[in-house]
């Protein structure tokens, strides 16, 4: 049985309404995305930061030990 005209436009319709009323929620869930990606990114901004020192930490502490070393400072 083919769609008529009025059972096409209530389909329409239908679809119209259901998509205005799903749009408020996505709204809410597109901002909740977007909080935890940024709480994840700063966490990943932070462990990166903390490797960067840790080695540049253990670079100077080797050059001092070794330039002290060569120079007979122990």
Request: aromatic share 14%; proline share 4%.
């Amino acid at each position: 049985m083919p769609d008529t005209p009025s059972t096409t436009d209530s389909n329409e319709n239908n679809a119209e309404k259901l998509a205005r009323l799903l749009e408020p929620e996505m709204i809410q869930k597109r901002t909740a995305w977007k909080q935890a990606a940024a709480h994840y990114r700063t966490i990943r901004l932070f462990g990166f930061l903390f490797l960067f020192i840790l080695i540049a930490a253990c670079a100077v502490g080797f050059f001092f030990l070794f330039s002290c070393s060569a120079m007979r400072c122990v």
